[in-house]
C-alpha cells in the first residue's frame, strides 16, 4: 500500500501507475459527458485521468467504462441470499454498492441482527452501506423478535458504514409529531433519513418532511413523485420483484431534477436478480423508455452515492475507488466486466471472484411454544366469518365475510370454496402467542404451507387445508429451524431451510435458486396458481397494510390499526 | 418560538400558519420547475406549500419567488466594508448567503481574525460560513501578522458556521504532497475543501484533486474549467469586479453538469456592489448568455448550499429557511424584494433591515518601527535597475530593466520616465523590515499613494514622486492607524481611514463609497489614469504572482518565488 505522498508522485506522472484502464469510452458522470481517454488506477482508487505510463495495462479497446451501479434501497433479506452469495448474483450486473435497511433481521434478531449484517458484508466485492431499522416493530399488533427505539439506533449510528436512518414506515407516527419517531429522525442528524410514504400528499406530506425525512421510494405515479420531489424528497425510482415503478415515473425526470433521483429494488428475489438483473436492469429499461443514457447513469452512480454521502463512490475521478463497469453499448446496456477496487470481480455474467470461506450465522431463533388445541376454532354460533382474501400480485388483501364451514363444532378449511385456515405462532420468545384464521386465494387442495418469513415480525405463519398437516408444517419448520414447507398428508413436498434467523438460506445461489424453484412448484403441485405462493403467505401477517391481516396477536383489522374478531 | 410538534401542526393545517406568502410563482429549484402555489411560514421557517391558512399574508400577486442567491466563494475584506455594511450594499440585490474566506483578516490578525469576522458577522440578514484560510502568510517572501498551520485550523474547524477550509493557493505544495499542506485538508475532512489552481492542468492537476481539494474559481477559459469538472472539482464561475469570467465558462454548462457549478465573486468592490450587483448580476449575465433561467438559478441557490453543506439554505420547501427573492420577470431578472427568515429586508434597492448598532473593532494592527534612512537607495555604480511594470487590469506584473535616474549618489523617482520609488514596511511585529525598489505605470507627476491594504501579508505600501511625501504618506497611515492616503508636498490630498485591521473602514455604505470615490479622484488628480490606482497598489507586494513584486523583505523574483536585487 502507498501512501498519500506516493500516489501523488504517481498522480503526477513521476513513476508508472500500478494499472491502466487504456482506449476506455469513460462515463463522466460529473460532466455529463462520455469521451475517450485512460484511467489510471493505485492501490484500488483513481489516481489520474489521460495519458499516463503503467506496469499493467487493460486495453479496452474503445468499450465504456462507467462507475458501478448503487442501488439506493434493499432489503437484502428479500432475496433469501447471504450477503456473500447475493454478491455473486449481483456483481455480474454491474452494482458496486447497496445501501441497505436490515429491516427484517431486526425484527428477528434486533441490534444482534444489524451487527450481523455488518460483519457478513465486510471484505465483499460489493460495499454495503446500512440505514438502521427505524420501525421495530412494525405496529404493536405483532410480536417481533425485538423493540428498537431512538436510544438503540443511537448505539449504532457513529459506525462509518451506517448511511443513515431508514425507511420511516410509521408515517403518520411521523407527520403527527410523535416523540418516539422524531427522536429517530434526530439521531440521524448529519446522515441520511429514508422515508416510506405510499400515498402521502398535501398537508400531512409537507409535514412528514418539515419532520426531516429526505427520501421517498413508494411514489407509483408521477403525481405523487412530484408533488415528494418538489417538497424535497429524493425520489428512489423503485423496480423490485412485484413493486415496478420505473415506468410510470420516467416522465418525472427532466434536466433540471434528475439529480434528485436514485434507482432502488426494494425487494426482489434471487432468482430475478440473476436472471433479469438489477441496477443495470433500471438502466436498460429508463434508457428504453426514453431517458438520456447519461442521465440514466447518473441516477444508477453519483447520484445516491451523493445522496447517502458514500464518499468516493459513484465517479470516476481521482480519490474515488475503482469500481467500474464495462459494457459495448448505450442502447442495449448489458454489463460485461465488473471491477471492484480496480480487480475483475466478474466477466459476462460469470462471478470468480472469491468470497469469504466461511458463512457466520447469527444465534438461533426458533423459541415456539404452543399447544396444538389453541389451532382449534369452536363454532360460536354466528353466521358469518371474517376472511383474508388475497388480491394477486398485492400486499394489500380484501376483507370478505363468509360462512364458516363447520364440524363437530369446529370451524375448519373449506377447499371447495377455497377457505383456508390460517395460523401464526409467535417464534421469538415463546410466549405462546397464536392466531388463527381463514384465507382465499391460494387454492390448495391438500396439504399446508409454511413460512418463518412473514413480514415484518416474521412469526410462523402457515396456511393448511386441515390441521393435521398445519402442525406437521410447523414441526417441520422447527426441526429446520426456520424456513419454508410445502407439505401433505404428513410427508414434506419441498423444503427451504433459513437457518438464517428463519430468513435466509445459507445455500449458495445456484442451490439456493434450485430450492426455492422446487418449492414453489411444490406448493403449485397441492393446487396453488399464485406466482409467488409464499411471498404472498409472507405478507397476510403484515399488520400496517390493509385490510385484513393476521398476527400472533390475533385477526387485524389493518385499516383501522386494531384487533377484530373472526366472526362477524 | 414553537417548538417541532407545533410547527407541524400547523404543516398539518390544524392551525394557521404565521405567514403566507399567496400567489407566488415558485421557482422550484428542487423540481426545475416554476409554478403558482403559496408558501406558509412559521418562525422564518417555510413549513408548507400548497393552500394553507394564515394569521398575516403576503400576496405576491403572480411575482416570482425563488430561495434567496448564495455566493460561493467571496473575500468580504475586498469591499472594504463592515459585515454590517457589506450586508447593507448585498441584500438588496437578493444575497441570502456568503460563503467567505477571511484570508486578509486572517493574514493581519491570525486567528484573532477569524474570530472577528465569525463575531461581527453574527445577527445580520445575511447568513456568513466561514471558510478557514490556508494560505498564512502566502509565502516565506512576506512577514504577515500570523502564520496558520493546520494545528491552528484544527482549533476552529469545528464551528457549526465553518464549511471547510479555504481556497489552497499553494497549489504546487498539494499536488508535491508537501506535509503542511495535506495537513491542512486533512483536517477539513467532512466539510468542503476549496481550490485555487490558476492555469493547473494534466497530471499535476490530477495529483490536486487526489489529494483532497474539491472545487476551483479559477478557470478563465472553458478547457481549463472542463478539464476541472470532469475530474471532480465543484466550478465556481467567478465574476467579481476585476476577474470577469463568466461569460467565457457558460459554454461548459450543460444539462447533465450543472449541477456542480456555482456562482461566486471572489472580491468585489463596495461600488460595484451596489450599482452592479451581486449574484444578482451573475444570475442576469448567465439569462441573457443563453442559459435556462432556472439554471441559472439553482447555480445561485441550492448548487452552492449543497456543495458547501449550508443546511435548509437554497431551496423553497419545507424546513428551509424562509429566505426568499421576489421578482417580476426572467428575462431582465431584478430582485424586487428580499426577506431573510420571512421578514423583509429590502426592497427596490433600498435596506429597510436593521443592523446591529454599534460596530465591534478587533485590537490595532499598527505596529511600526522604520528609519527614514533606510528608504535611500545608494547608487551602485551598476548601469540598470529592475523596475516593476504595472500591466493594467491585471494582477501579473512585467519585470523591467531602466537606467536609474541618479541624485547625489542616490537612485530616485523620475516622473519624466514615470519612474516611482517604492517601499514597502513591515506593520505588525515592528520588525524594523523595509524594501525599497522602482514601479511603472502610476504616472503620478507629483505627492505620493499609499495603503495598509497590501495583498496578502497587508504591510504599508506606498508609491510616491519623492522621499518627503513617502514619509509623509507613512506617518499620515500611522496616524489614522491604518487606511489609503494621497498626499502632495505634505498635505493629505484624500484619506480613507480604515481601521479595521488596516483594511476595512468602520463608515457606513454610502460616506464609504463617497471617501474611496474622493480618494481615486485625488489620485488622478495627482496623475494616474488607472482605473483602480489602490487596487493596483495593493496587488504590487503579493510574492506569489508573476513577475516582480516588493514585500518588507525587498524585491522579489516572484516567478522563481525568491528574492533579487534592485541592481542588475
Given at each position: 500500500m502507498r501512501n498519500l505522498q506516493q500516489k501523488l508522485s504517481v498522480a503526477r506522472g513521476e513513476q508508472p501507475a500500478e494499472l491502466l484502464f487504456k482506449n476506455a469510452r469513460v462515463v463522466n458522470v460529473l460532466s455529463g459527458e462520455i469521451y475517450k481517454t485512460n484511467v489510471a488506477v493505485e492501490d484500488g482508487r483513481i489516481i489520474g485521468l489521460g495519458d499516463y505510463r503503467a506496469k499493467r495495462t487493460i486495453d479496452l479497446k474503445g468499450a465504456y467504462l462507467a462507475p458501478s451501479l448503487i442501488d439506493?434501497?434493499?432489503?437484502?433479506?428479500s432475496s433469501m441470499l447471504t450477503a456473500p452469495e447475493f454478491a455473486r448474483a449481483v456483481v455480474p450486473h454491474g452494482t458496486g454498492a447497496m445501501v441497505i435497511d436490515p429491516h427484517e433481521y431486526a425484527n428477528v434478531l434486533g441490534l444482534d441482527g444489524i451487527r450481523y449484517i455488518l460483519e457478513s458484508t465486510k471484505n465483499l466485492p460489493l460495499d454495503f452501506f446500512i440505514m438502521l431499522p427505524s420501525c421495530v416493530p412494525a405496529t404493536h399488533l405483532e410480536t417481533a423478535g425485538a423493540r428498537l427505539t431512538a436510544d438503540d439506533l443511537k448505539l449504532m449510528i457513529?459506525?462509518?458504514?451506517?448511511?443513515g436512518v431508514a425507511e420511516l414506515m410509521n408515517f403518520p407516527g411521523v407527520f403527527l409529531g410523535a416523540k418516539s419517531e422524531l427522536a429517530k429522525i434526530k439521531i440521524g442528524k448529519g446522515k441520511a433519513i429514508d422515508g416510506h410514504a405510499p400515498g402521502l400528499r398535501g398537508k400531512n406530506l409537507n409535514a412528514y418532511v418539515l419532520a426531516g425525512v429526505g427520501s421517498d421510494h413508494e411514489s407509483v405515479g408521477v403525481g405523487e413523485a412530484r408533488e415528494k420531489l418538489r417538497l424535497g424528497l429524493h425520489i428512489l425510482l423503485r423496480e423490485g420483484s412485484t413493486e415496478r415503478n420505473l415506468e410510470h415515473l420516467i416522465p418525472l425526470i427532466n434536466a433540471h431534477n434528475s439529480q434528485n433521483c436514485s434507482f432502488a429494488t426494494d425487494d426482489k428475489l434471487a432468482g430475478d436478480l440473476v436472471n433479469e438483473g438489477h441496477i443495470d436492469h433500471c438502466v436498460r429499461k429508463a434508457i428504453k423508455l426514453g431517458l438520456p443514457p447519461i442521465t440514466a447513469l447518473q441516477i444508477a452512480t453519483i447520484n445516491p452515492a451523493r445522496h447517502y454521502r458514500l464518499h468516493n463512490l459513484g465517479a470516476i475521478a481521482p480519490r474515488f475507488w475503482a469500481d467500474f463497469i464495462v459494457f459495448d453499448g448505450l442502447k442495449n446496456f448489458q454489463v460485461r466486466q465488473t471491477y471492484k477496487k480496480g480487480v475483475l470481480v466478474a466477466e459476462n455474467g460469470k462471478f470468480p471472484g472469491k468470497l469469504p470461506a466461511k458463512i457466520s450465522l447469527p444465534r438461533s431463533t426458533m423459541n415456539l411454544h404452543y399447544a396444538p388445541k389453541n389451532f382449534i376454532v369452536k363454532a360460536s354460533g354466528k353466521k358469518k366469518i371474517r376472511v383474508i382474501e388475497i388480491i394477486p400480485q398485492q400486499i394489500i388483501t380484501k376483507a370478505i365475510s363468509v360462512a364458516p364451514k363447520i364440524e363437530n363444532g369446529e370451524v375448519i378449511a373449506d377447499t371447495a370454496r377455497d377457505l383456508l385456515k390460517m395460523v401464526v405462532i409467535e417464534r421469538?420468545?415463546?410466549?405462546?402467542n397464536v392466531g388463527v384464521g381463514f384465507v382465499r386465494g391460494f387454492k390448495l387442495k391438500t396439504g399446508a404451507i409454511a413460512s418463518t418469513?412473514?413480514?415484518?415480525?416474521h412469526n410462523v405463519i402457515v396456511a393448511g387445508t386441515n390441521d393435521a398437516d398445519i402442525l406437521f408444517a410447523i414441526q417441520e419448520l422447527e426441526r429446520l429451524q426456520g424456513g419454508q414447507v410445502a407439505v401433505a398428508s404428513g410427508k414434506v413436498k419441498a423444503a427451504l431451510p433459513l437457518p438464517i434467523a428463519g430468513l435466509v438460506t445459507d445455500q449458495p445461489l445456484p442451490k439456493a435458486m434450485k430450492l426455492i424453484d422446487d418449492l414453489n412448484a411444490a406448493a403449485h403441485a397441492l393446487g396453488c396458481d399464485l406466482a409467488a405462493p409464499f411471498m404472498t403467505l409472507s405478507f397476510?401477517?403484515?399488520?400496517?397494510?390493509?385490510?385484513l391481516k393476521l398476527t400472533d396477536q390475533g385477526l387485524i383489522d389493518a385499516t383501522k390499526l386494531q384487533k377484530t374478531s373472526l366472526f362477524l
Open positions: 439506493g434501497h434493499f432489503h437484502v433479506e457513529a459506525d462509518e458504514r451506517v448511511a421469538h420468545r415463546a410466549t405462546g418469513v412473514a413480514h415484518d415480525a397476510l401477517a403484515l399488520s400496517p397494510i390493509p385490510s
